[in-house]
């Protein structure tokens, strides 16, 4: 991993993104702005706020989303976390991390960005943070079977229109 390829492939997804709603249009552009002033915005360490890599795990039927009860969020949300050594792009670290947190070994990464948020999280560092996650589609081979990790409370797949009551997951309608 360098510094120099993870921005380069977060702002390289982002620039080709063409988000489905203005307020997707300003999330992009905020990204951009912030990777423009943050060379080293792609690693944990960068406290004000950093790039991460989170994975929308479908079915592959698209019927069901897997979702983890993440243990310091509190609410079910999509897999991902940061981008760490060994990751050369942001889609390397999604997938890394869905395979990581699902235990799913043959998971398949759809091209191009799925999507983009921002959360304010005290993660890792220990001190208030923002992650700007961006979103990756991967489907799981028919009949997988998830293994909660230690990094999950819970891990279930749900239907996509079924989603638990809190659930923090941004699917495309």
């Known amino acids: 991993m360098s510094a120099e390829s993870l921005h380069a492939s977060a702002t390289e997804l982002l620039n080709s993104w063409k988000p489905p709603t203005d307020a997707d249009s300003s999330l992009r552009e905020a990204m951009l702005a912030f990777l423009g002033s943050a060379p080293r915005g792609c690693l944990r360490e960068h406290a004000p706020g950093h790039i ?18 993440h ?19 942001v889609a390397d670290a999604a997938l890394r991390e869905a395979v990581e947190e699902s235990g799913i070994p043959d998971l398949s990464l759809m091209p191009g960005l799925y999507g983009a948020q921002a959360h304010p999280i005290t993660c890792s560092l220990g001190v208030p943070t923002r992650h700007l996650d961006l979103l990756f589609e991967v489907i799981a081979p028919p009949g997988a079977v998830p293994v909660r990790s230690a990094e999950s409370t819970d ?14 997951v941004a699917l495309k309608a």
């Open 52 to 69: 991460t890599a989170s994975a929308i795990v479908l079915s592959h039927d698209r019927r069901e989303v897997l979702l983890t009860l």
């Open 71 to 89: 243990p310091r969020v509190g609410r079910w949300i999509q897999l991902g976390g940061h981008c760490e050594p060994g990751d050369d792009t």
């Open 155 to 168: 891990l279930r797949w749900w239907p996509v229109d079924g989603l638990p009551p809190g659930a923090d």
